[in-house]
């Protein structure tokens, strides 16, 4: 999927139902096309359904997209980090954009949306695993806060070949 992007206005608001297919579109690329998802098949329009099922977007679970010119060019969530009730204040953030979306401060809008979503609730800290390399993303992650306090060596594979991944740390809440 290609979007020709104008130099309009971004809306950063909640992902809805409706948003799904867009969502799914944007995501897919990412399967087929990049490293950064360990996912080999594209997901189905279904199992985004399922997946958007997770989401309350009034806790701590959120989906924001991101909107220019009535078109959906980017998501970030704030999803359950593991399953153990431990974890609880704790969130695995992601963020996709498409393709003509990256490098127009679309993930920074959608960030800050979802971080200041995030502001007064039960929760301790967010992270992130980056496949490696992915300079965009650390960039952006480290523009929010998080460091890196981990890197996997050869943790997933892709493509024929191994490929590492950084994992980052971003404190939220009260210290």
């Known amino acids: 999927m290609r ?24 995501y897919n690329r990412y399967v087929l096309e990049t490293h950064f998802t360990f996912d080999i098949e594209p997901m189905t329009l279904d199992a985004r359904r399922e997946w958007f099922e997770h989401y309350d977007n009034s806790g701590r679970y959120r989906v924001f997209v991101g909107v220019s010119d009535g078109a959906v060019v980017g998501y970030a969530s704030s999803s359950r980090f593991r399953s153990k009730p431990g974890y609880e204040t704790s969130v695995e953030t992601s963020i996709y954009l498409a393709p003509d979306a990256v490098g127009r401060g679309i993930g920074t809008k959608l960030y800050e949306e979802l971080f200041k979503s995030l502001e007064g609730k039960d929760l301790h800290r967010a992270y ?3 496949a490696l ?24 594979r892709k493509f024929d070949r191994y490929w590492d991944v950084g994992w980052y740390e971003k404190p939220l809440g009260a210290a």
């Open 128 to 130: 992130a695993g980056i």
């Open 3 to 26: 979007l020709q992007l104008s130099n309009g206005k971004i809306t950063v608001r909640p992902a809805t139902e409706q948003d799904l297919g867009p969502i799914n579109d944007v």
């Open 133 to 156: 390399p992915n300079q965009a993303s650390i960039a952006l992650h480290e523009r929010f806060g998080f460091k890196r306090v981990a890197h996997f060596t050869e943790q997933g």
